[in-house]
């Protein structure tokens, strides 16, 4: 009994612990947005004179709205993008036995391993090639290098789960095949799509190096580039305060589609979508 | 409704021969039985005959069209799977009615058939439940009422009742039954449990390797069996066998002698059978008479005794080897106990080396 109420108290201890440790970045973030020029510098846990006019500063200095909006298209295009390759791909190297499949499989993999800088410059000489430079489409084509070997990955581990003997059902219930993956498999691995569609969606929207080489104007600039472009009245100031506004902002959509999916993810999983 | 017919279906995985050279026709408006061990090819028959899989060679025929080169949506031909493959995001009325979507028929016609099919398998009220949430047997019977709401040419059901227990077996066995009479339908059930082959079919197709083993009727097969292997896999307990040598071939029968000294004449044609080759004797538990008997006899001794209330299983021990003994009732016997035990020459069955059966002329 003793025990058990110990261990319990250990375990709201260590969860405290945990939430402190991962949410105080994001309170520092969002107290810090709220105070003005040299306040920042004094050690203040709320701040007692809120600045507000940062989150105002943030959209009359530059184009933030449609910065926004740039990294919605994007990130909305390239987890479009993903899925639905990953869709397909998935369905071929899940449900598909043909020669080589583990070898396709691996080599999807293994294109992960390489760091993004090494692929940089190869990748703008393509995305010049295909004229896509400074463009949006290219900055989701490049995102696909990504996101496409995790969400084929989990995409194919999910079609894999799927009992054969449903997918002959459908079959001989008369389904062509593109009905069967479509109206059987595809309403099954859906978990693993908004998963892998949610982490795409993430990693597009967070992403700084390709969208800082790949683009040229204010107006094709996504989220992270401008926040790192937003600059002080004078060259040695640095206008922290609206820096740390513009990400509060930026951090609210992510928050909320994880929120929403999240529960998806888990009733999908709760109803026992791939138990057969 | 249709008769299948399969002539020279072969099919391999590698080096393994799960189909070789399988001729069968399935009659129309019947419920065949496929029988036969674990792995001796039930499952890839059906999927040979759905579609599924490709036979390497030979062909099938449903209604004497040919259909090998079809894919499976054309075939119609509806299959219940044993772990039922219900489609799990949907709910029992969708699953019935996915095949008749996939017909392109209307919604309202549709409503319709799977109410008439829900209500003809007592699942009208689950309708609205996802498979998830019905137990085993009434999602067998969304498994069922989805293979036979488009009236398919053939139903075929692989091991549908393996799933479940014992007492809902014999109650879907029976409904089972008694809905192909009812709806005429074509059915073709794969089990590999004699029991449920001897008591739901009208014809029985023993499978063994691959290789069909006998076709007939169930008491064909428990009477007449064509050879070792059925005689072993129908009935239970299991037919005794015993070695013996054929003494004699003469008007009457054969002769044979078994280890004990004893000797049997056994009405069979002699067919191709010599004097003096080995053989098989077989006889099924129930043909063996314990005590006093007018038939030839063995001295035996009672080793076990197992009492099942309306009948009891009692091994033995004789000069010709262990046998088993069923007889009705319960008796007052005692192991150690030594008795005559009687064969019946009528009853027994010879089978010569290869396994093959001599023909009986009695049975
Ligand atoms: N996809 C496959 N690949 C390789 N071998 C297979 C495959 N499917 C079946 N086999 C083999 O073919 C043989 C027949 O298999 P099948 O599934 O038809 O047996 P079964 O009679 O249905 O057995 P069970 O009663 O266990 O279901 C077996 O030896 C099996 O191992
Ligand atoms: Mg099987």
């Known amino acids: 009994m003793r025990r058990r109420r110990l261990a319990r108290i250990g375990l709201y201890l260590g969860a405290g612990a945990f939430l402190a440790f991962t949410l105080f970045p994001v309170y520092w973030a969002a107290v810090s947005s709220l105070e003005s020029g040299a306040a920042l510098f004094t050690i203040d846990y709320w701040p007692r004179d809120p600045a507000w006019e940062n989150y105002s500063d943030v959209f009359a200095d530059q184009p933030f709205g449609r910065n926004i909006a740039n990294s919605v298209i994007v990130a909305t295009l390239t987890v479009g993008l993903s899925l639905a390759l990953a869709a397909g791909a998935g369905f071929a190297l899940g449900r598909v036995s043909f020669r080589g499949r583990r070898l396709m499989l691996a080599v999807v993999l293994a294109t992960t391993m390489f760091p993004q800088v090494a692929v940089l410059a190869g990748m703008f000489e393509l995305i010049r090639g295909l004229g896509l430079y400074n463009n949006l489409a290219g900055l989701a084509l490049s995102y696909l290098l990504f996101t496409l070997p995790f969400t084929v990955w989990v995409v194919t581990t999910f079609m894999r789960q799927v009992p054969a003997e449903i997918e002959a059902a459908a079959l001989i219930d008369g389904a062509p095949p593109w009905r069967v993956v479509w109206s059987i498999l595809l309403p099954l691995v859906r978990p693993g799509l908004v998963t892998a569609g949610l982490l795409a969606f993430i990693g597009a929207w967070n992403e700084f190096l390709f969208a800082l080489t790949f683009t040229l104007t204010d107006a094709a600039r996504t989220v992270p580039v401008a926040i790192a472009l937003i600059s002080g009245a004078s060259q040695y100031e640095l206008p922290w305060g609206r820096i740390m506004a513009a990400s509060v902002i930026v951090t609210l959509p992510i928050v909320a589609l994880a929120a929403v999916f999240q529960r998806r993810i888990a009733t999908g999983l709760a109803a026992g979508a791939i138990k057969g | ?363």
């Open chain 2, 1 to 363: 409704m249709a008769a299948i017919t399969l002539e020279g279906v072969s099919k391999r995985y590698g080096p393994v021969i799960a189909l070789d050279e399988i001729d069968i026709a399935i009659p129309d408006r019947a419920l065949t039985v496929v029988v036969g061990p674990s792995g001796c090819g039930k499952s890839t028959l059906l999927k040979v005959i759905a579609g599924l899989e490709e036979a390497d060679s030979g062909q099938v025929a449903i209604g004497g069209e040919r259909i090998d080169h079809l894919p499976p949506a054309r075939r119609n031909v509806a299959m219940v799977f044993q772990a039922y493959a219900l489609y799990p995001h949907m709910t029992a009325a969708e699953n019935m009615a996915f095949p008749l979507r996939m017909a392109g028929l209307g919604r309202a016609a549709i409503a319709t058939q799977v109410r008439a099919v829900a209500e003809t398998l007592r699942i009208a009220d689950l309708l609205d439940r996802k498979p998830a949430a019905l137990s085993g047997g009434q999602q067998q019977r969304v498994a069922i009422g989805r293979a036979l709401v488009r009236d398919p040419a053939a139903t075929l059901l692989d091991e549908p009742l393996s799933n479940l227990d014992a007492q809902l077996r014999a109650d879907m066995r029976a409904e089972i039954a008694g809905l192909q009479k009812q709806l005429g339908a074509t059915m073709v059930l794969v089990t590999h449990d004699q029991i449920e082959a001897m008591t739901l079919a009208e014809r029985i197709v023993v499978l063994n390797h691959g290789r069909v083993a006998q076709t007939g009727g169930p008491l064909d097969l428990y009477h007449r069996p064509a050879n070792r292997f059925v005689a072993g896999f129908i009935g239970a307990p299991q037919m005794n066998f015993l070695d013996c040598r054929i003494t004699a071939l003469g008007a009457d029968g054969i002769a044979v002698a078994l280890a004990g000294d004893l000797t049997l004449t056994i009405p069979a044609d002699p067919g191709a059978a010599r004097v003096g080759v080995a053989a098989t004797l077989g006889i099924r538990p129930e043909h063996l008479a314990l005590g006093e008997t007018s038939d030839p006899s063995l001295v035996c001794a009672v080793t076990r005794v197992e009492r099942l209330g309306a009948s009891a299983h009692i091994t033995v021990d004789s000069a010709a080897g262990p046998l088993r003994v069923a007889i009705a009732g319960e008796p007052s016997l005692k192991e150690g106990e030594s008795l005559a035990l009687g064969l019946a020459p009528a009853r027994c069955h010879l089978f010569d080396a290869d396994g093959i059966a001599l023909a009986s002329r009695t049975l």
